[in-house]
């Protein structure tokens, strides 16, 4: 494990987690930067092998440019392994300075293994399920897990719109995970759904398009948080 890695849970509550995918690559201190500015400490990587999604996005050598800075915030970088059996990159990965990877359960055979193996790393551990994978496939191993990431649209592209009925999902989730661990959701979140999704039982958002392609990137993160907090979202605990 890196020096500079080391597990660090989310923290209680409702958290909105900026997706880099959405950034510009071109000035991606400088966004990360304004979002770390506006508040944000929870940043989330999408990394994409052509394979289990379509596209191609960043690996290790992104994670470990960013790692300096978000870490130096106080912030947590969370990587969402969306990359056939992930399993085979947790090594990298949490070198590179991750301190909390997300697995897919449709991307390994040996989902128990690859959750022990990001544990063995020291780092925390999330399960994601893609929009046409039961909430029950995340039911033997919710007590392994720090996160459970529910997609809100299908993986891969960023500005996709939200699923209508993903809110039905969510609370099938919560009731499934019970109330302490952390219910994410990802994919297309932004004023609108974020709210709805709050109310189903998620409790951390995943937003791209929302917050960078919007011209001021931190205003737009502190919009989405404080519509959540307009909704009246829940505390986790």
Excluded at 15 to 42: K, M, N, Y
Excluded at 48 to 66: N, Q, R
Excluded at 108 to 114: E, H
Excluded at 118 to 138: S, Y
Aim: aromatic share 2%; proline share 8%; charged share 15%.
């Amino acid at each position: 494990m890196s020096e500079h890695s080391h597990a660090v849970p989310i923290p209680p509550g409702i958290q909105v987690a900026p997706s880099i995918l959405a950034a510009d690559f071109g000035a991606l201190r400088e966004q990360v930067a304004t979002v770390i500015d506006a508040g944000a400490r929870l940043i989330h990587v999408d990394v994409m092998d052509g394979h289990f999604v379509e596209p191609i996005s960043v690996g290790a050598p992104v994670i470990e440019a960013l790692a300096p800075q978000v870490h130096a915030a106080g912030g947590l970088l969370e990587a969402h392994l969306m990359v056939e059996r992930p399993e085979r990159h947790i090594e990298a990965i949490v070198a590179a300075g991750a301190q909390s990877l997300t697995l897919h359960a449709e991307a390994t055979p040996q989902l128990a293994l690859a959750i022990h193996r990001a544990r063995e790393a020291g780092v925390g551990v999330g399960v994601a399920i893609n929009p046409g994978t039961p909430a029950a496939a995340i039911e033997e191993v919710r007590a392994d897990v720090d996160v459970a990431l529910c997609m809100t649209v299908n993986p891969g592209w960023g500005g996709q719109p939200f699923i209508a009925r993903s809110p039905e999902k969510i609370a099938r989730l919560r009731a499934l995970i019970g109330p302490d661990v952390a219910l994410e959701v990802d994919g297309g979140i932004d004023v609108r759904s974020a709210p709805i999704c709050a109310q189903a039982g998620a409790s951390v958002f995943v937003a791209g398009a929302a917050i960078f392609a919007a011209p001021d990137p931190g205003a737009a993160y502190r919009q989405l948080v404080e519509a959540l907090a307009g909704a009246g979202a829940p505390p986790r605990r």
